[in-house]
């Protein structure tokens, strides 16, 4: 399958999950989130707003320490990214980026957390197509830092993708039923759950 039509089928299946489901998966990442050492680590973590079935890691925005930079879609299909000071508004794509606030050069985040459609095991993702998580993290070429980790549903998950010359690959995955770290495979098991 070509990554378009990969994309086409995960964005059918993740849009027709209950808010239920979605919420449930939610949590289950942000608990492996949480006990990341990446996470705990980091001073000030990129972070997002799911939307239409993504994983949602929004709870984790009003945290203070680590603290959380959103995304705001800029003019040369870039992402700048701002720890918010207020209320927050919805950008050109419905998610909601923060008015007023602190801005973080992605180059100084210590973590990301990746929205995607799709990955696979050596870290390759495909998102909705429009290239911003790409060109805003392509000085990653040459440096192992901020650490990158996909979010995603288990269904999201695919054997293989066909990366491109300018796809940024991730470090990490996690899923509601497990973290897969790029190199390591499968590392941590479930925690409690079936």
């Known amino acids: 399958m070509t ?3 990969i ?3 995960l964005l ?3 849009s027709s999950l209950s808010e239920d489901l979605v919420k449930d998966a939610s949590n289950r990442v942000i608990e492996r989130v949480l006990n990341l050492d990446e996470y705990q680590s980091s001073r000030v973590v990129g972070s997002y707003f799911g939307v239409r079935g993504e994983i949602d890691p929004s ?8 603290q959380h930079a959103l995304p705001v879609v800029e003019s040369d299909g870039k992402l ?15 998610i909601p980026e ?8 992605p180059e100084d985040l210590d973590m990301v957390l990746v929205p995607l459609v799709a990955a696979d095991l050596s870290g390759n993702r495909i998102g909705h197509g429009a290239g911003f998580y790409d060109k805003t993290f392509s000085f990653r070429k040459n440096k192992n830092a901020p650490y990158l980790v996909g979010l995603a549903h288990e269904f999201q998950i695919v054997p293989s993708l066909n990366p ?3 796809d940024v ?7 509601e039923k497990t973290i897969y770290k790029m190199g390591m495979n499968h590392i941590a098991t479930s925690m409690g759950e079936d």
Do not use: C, H, M
């Open 169 to 175: 690959p991730l470090d990490a995955i996690i899923t």
């Open 98 to 105: 923060p008015v007023l606030g602190l801005k973080v050069d």
């Open 7 to 9: 994309r086409a089928e």
């Open 3 to 5: 990554a378009s039509q």
């Open 59 to 66: 709870s984790l925005v009003s945290s203070s320490e680590p």
């Open 12 to 14: 059918n299946r993740r």
């Open 80 to 94: 700048s990214f701002i720890i918010p000071d207020g209320p927050l508004k919805n950008g050109s794509y419905g």
């Open 164 to 166: 491109e010359p300018w």
